[in-house]
């Protein structure tokens, strides 16, 4: 990994030129690192400590174990609907990968920070936002009216290419004649791909995925890399590959190389949200990203039973479905436990914390040896800054900020949806890295013995770039938070892969609500499969 050498071009290099003088005035901020989770999923994986005895048994009718988009979700539905016998089990982190921080008065994201202007095919997405007062009104319609406040503002993104930030994230400048066309028929391909419906009837691309085609000639793509495919219909442009690689790192964690041509072209084709006060393609954020959904959330919840007592301390640790229904451990810390003894319980956590938490989840058709997707490790760093650092020539700083051939995937800029005349005198800066030139057991095994000042190098490889060592002067504060199974990454064959259809289909004592359903990470997977777990208990099926 290239730090402190953040000559991408001459421009740049003069930016950085006084990096020499500065290096003796500089100081490189301490980073703070936190591994949520890390420590309770290893002593479920390695059992090498005894779990305690649980002191209490709480009966209750459902128990969602885990607080992540899909449990959350799934609490939700049941509680808009009127029923009140549901619990859930935090689990390790409130939110999982939607989480949020808060220091000195400002918000930002641990996680995910956007959600795209939700499709047709997404009526729950909808229905959840129109709950919320996000869609003001029309959210029956093609295009709702937004909540504006919510709407990504201007400039939304920019490129750090050349030695200039240009103000889009694909190339289009300074290119040869024949790039340019096949970007251009790229996008216009994709374009046609957002209508497009199989011989069955269905879009060939929807979000959720479960209602996208089973076309078997559309389906062909998931036999492919994205690599191959491109090879296949001769897109050779260097600018456009570098593009739908970063693309696909941003979404999946992985390259073109690893992510399924299925995948890499459902990324394109089936955002087709619209909306009645902002452009196509517009997305909703917040400072503190995808957290401020989690919250409204549980918020909603808690208005709507009249009291927060659903929400349970401690992580599930075993779930056994004996005679009298699913009976769930959950441990409270290191020493203490209890249980629940319930009529329904929703695995809502990934399916490798799952396989050890139930006595053996090959039972309901899923083989982790076989059936397990790769799952991809990530970074989100938060540098809290006292001021703006110097931008070089072209767009202004922008909400998404990306450094071309970069090692890392940007950071974006948790004040920019403040309402202000004049940019707030302190921000945040979050820092997105995939760390997808490992394989994702080597990545893990590199997190395991990186000193926070290895992970501090590693984080801030793209601030380098556009700032130079001058950063360090305006930031004053710098935490990490290491993801190290951040999200499954859809491979080829994901689609057919057996073992998560049968999960998807499980409709018994035990149900699983995970975006791990879907073999890919986003806001609106995790909560399909949270509220299809809710419309099977409200359906009253066991």
Known sequence: MRRRSFLLTTAIAAAAGAA????SRVTEIPARVDYPGMSVGHRLRDATEPTPQATATRHHDVAILGSGIAGLSCAWKLAREGYRQFVVVQGPEFAGNAAGGHVEGLDYPLGAHYLPLPSMQ???VREMLADFGIIEHGGDTTHPYYDETILAHS????LLRNGRWEDSLLPMTGLPDADVAQHRRFLAYTQTLSTAHGQDGRNVFAIPLALSSNDPAWRALDTLTLR???DKEHYTSPALRWYLDYCCRDDYGAGIDTVSAWAGLHYFASRDGHAANAADGAVLTWPAG??????MMRDAITRKLGHADWLLPGTAARLEDTAAGPRVLCINGTASAYALQTRRAVCAMPL?????????IRAYGYDPAVHASPRAAWLVSNFHMNSYPQ?????PLSWDNVVYQGKALGYVVSTHQLLRVAPTPRTVFTAYHALSRFTPNEARQWLTNASPQALRDEVSSDLLTAYGDTFWKHAHRL??????????????GYLDNPGLAALRAVNGPVLFAHADLSGYSVFEEASWWGVTAATKILGGNS
């Open 290 to 295: 995808l957290a401020s959904l989690s919250r």
């Open 20 to 23: 020499g003088y500065y290096r």
């Open 352 to 360: 490798f914390v799952a396989q050890h938490v139930l006595p053996d």
């Open 155 to 158: 400039p939304q993104e920019r």
């Open 122 to 124: 997404s009526t729950h």
């Open 391 to 395: 931008e070089i020539h072209g767009e």
């Open 479 to 492: 935490d990490i938070t290491v993801r190290g199974h951040a999200m499954a990454t859809p491979v080829p």
């Open 228 to 230: 191959q495919w491109l």
